[in-house]
């Protein structure tokens, strides 16, 4: 039995007055479920930190660097990430490849930095619309998978964290079926398989793209779905105590 996961991604969202009232909201909402995790932009960790310790809400970051220290202006690095209590940082989401030009590489990379450092890497994987209505998504989700796996070997898949995110669905109100959803989660899971089917049967795999309190229960009922990455909805502390209840 795989335990379910539901990370919130913050995105550049927050303060730290609306931070409090959400994290209260979220430790008191979620209690009966031991697999809450708030991921928010890295000024806010030290208040993470200050505000979850303690409780059974863990957090991470949404980003770090593939290197470990020195002339990278701008830049936050894995430890530093571990000096403000964070276990997760997510890695690969598709705003960063869009937006700020992570390639695969880049991706794969920072995948073994946090690791190397103790962090649970949340490697998030997915396709475009034309990506999709061109039949591509295996092909695409399989390269993202692939060269993380091909870099840090599949050994290493066992404690991080897969997320299933398709472009179209993310910030868009439109969720995939939860048997798209499915059929790529198996997708991934069998791709692992053939690497190595122990790290298959044990890796989480979230999905995200506009998962909402009325999705995610059908949503999380599927085999491959292990809980969920949550963008919008994880702002709103009742919205996603809803969500988390759901995975419980
Ligand atoms: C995300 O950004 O990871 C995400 C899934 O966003 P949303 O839930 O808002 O679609």
Request: glycine letters at 10%; hydrophobic letters at 45%.
């Amino acid at each position: 039995m795989r335990q379910k996961l539901v990370a919130g991604n913050w995105k550049m969202n927050g303060s730290l007055a609306e931070n409090e009232v959400l994290l209260d909201g979220v430790v008191a909402g979620t209690r009966e479920f031991p697999g809450v995790i708030c991921c928010a932009p890295y000024p806010y960790l030290f208040q993470m930190q200050e505000k979850l310790q303690g409780t059974h809400v863990a957090w991470g970051a949404q980003n770090l660097s593939q290197y470990e220290r020195g002339a990278y202006t701008g830049e936050v690095s894995a430890a530093m990430l571990k000096d403000f209590g964070c276990s997760y940082v997510i890695i690969g989401h598709s705003e960063r490849r869009a937006i700020f030009g992570e390639t695969s590489m880049t991706v794969a990379e920072k995948f073994k930095a946090a690791q190397d450092a103790g962090l649970v890497p949340i490697l998030c994987v997915g396709e475009t619309l034309s990506e999709r209505e061109a039949g591509a998504t295996f092909a695409v989700v399989g390269e993202q998978l692939d060269a993380v796996a091909g870099f840090v070997g599949v050994s290493a898949l066992e404690d991080a964290v897969l997320a299933y995110e398709p472009v179209w669905a993310i910030g868009t109100g439109k969720t995939a079926t939860p048997q798209q959803a499915q059929d790529v989660h198996r997708h991934l899971r069998e791709r692992v398989a053939l690497m190595n089917s122990e790290v298959a049967g044990k890796v989480r795999i979230l999905y995200g793209g506009s998962v909402k309190s009325s999705n995610a229960a059908e949503l999380f009922a599927m085999p491959d779905i292990d809980g969920g990455l949550i963008g919008g909805a994880s702002l709103v502390a009742s919205d996603f105590c809803d969500i988390c209840r759901a995975a419980a």
